[in-house]
């Protein structure tokens, strides 16, 4: 098994310690990230037991059991108790069922977007992991891994790790890590700014999955993702046409509900940057109506609101503020919600509530430590005129490429059938 490019070290788990940290004790996060950190605590217990050490009082085990029945039922408690059952069954030995249920967990947690909590506890992982038998789940661990650190912007720790999975997945030849790795490296090409070259390894990937998904039908996962993360790519260079193409060839391929979702998210953005605000407008209609996840429903609800700012359309903008504003928003969407409310406010005449909603933007990210979303919440609050701004000028007409109109005829009809449905 290749060495890791950094050190794994296990006990410290500073990364709940910072999110705890950053947060308020009335954060609906904070009794589940609570009960997650001395879970992960208790397994370390666990891992000391391996090596002779012994094991904790009752009471010890029992108030890890308290913290995780206030967590809400439903699968983080589900995750936390798995974890605990299997570990308080096992000490002093190795048990393949607590490796599964770090990874279960650790899964949950990059699903709800909590990329620093889910790098930590992948890395508990990859701390107890020493048998040959558990390469391909070191290799996944890995890759998950640059994920999660691509999406907190630690762009060298990402490929460091997508690197070590696909150097470990090209000793086993294990050719869907490899080629997940390789697209995981794409996407921190991509994130770095070098939109060309970030292309360029999405197509390699891409006509790599083609060329063998006859012999190996689980590679249809990761051409989706390439191919939604060159369409997005191709929405950040003014590509529309060819976004369009890509997302619709996207779509066609997933087959989960989930990716669908935020697939249309993405086409219904090209379709705004475009100037077609009733095609995205139906767009995110259909993902606020039919997602299966609340991150993808309030992102749509987002969209919406900011489309409602556009049109100048002040009640329904209130009626998506009401709706976002009771929801447990993750800190990056919560600070995109405060910035869209500083804008609209800023649109509707009302500078002083949008300065406030600026000014809870940057709190916001300061708090959790997103540089991108501090600086952008700081550029719109010191862009607030005097004078509340005239209207914006409608969209010049472009001309619409032949995929392009049958995706936009697409999106009317699942529209007007969800409206036959009464939906």
Known sequence: MQSPPVPITRGE?????????????????????????????????????????????????????????????????????????????????????????????????YDSGEWALSADIYRTFLSLASSDNETDLVMHAWHRIGLCEGWLGRYSEAQAAHETARALASVSGERYIALAAEHGLALVTLRRGNLPQADERFSAVIAECEKHMGEEPALVHVLVGALHDQGAAAIQRGDLDRAIALLARALEEASDQRSRDKILLDVATAFLDMGLLDTARRAYLVVEVTAQEASNRWIACLNLMHLATLDGAETVFERYRQTLSGESLPPRLAVYYQIKLGEAFRRFGRAPQARQAFDRAVVLAERHQLNRELMEAETARDAIPEHAPSNPEPAEPIELGETTKRVRDAIELMSAELAGAGV
Do not use: C
């Not at 310690?17 to 950053?22: C, F, H, Y």
């Not at 217990?45 to 029992?62: D, F, T």
């Not at 029945?69 to 190795?94: C, E, F, M, S, Y």
């Open 13 to 109: 788990h500073l990364a709940f310690l910072e999110v705890l940290g950053s947060m308020r004790a009335n954060d609906a996060r904070w009794t589940p990230t609570m009960a997650g950190f001395v879970t992960v605590r208790l397994v370390d217990k666990w891992a000391e037991a391996l090596r002779g050490w012994l094991a904790p009082r009752p009471s010890e085990v029992a108030a890890v059991r308290d913290a995780i029945d206030k967590v809400a039922a439903g699968p983080a408690r589900n995750a936390l108790t798995a974890i605990v059952d299997a570990i308080t069954q096992a000490w002093g030995r190795r048990r393949s069922q607590v490796s599964a249920r770090l990874l279960s967990y650790a899964s949950l947690l």
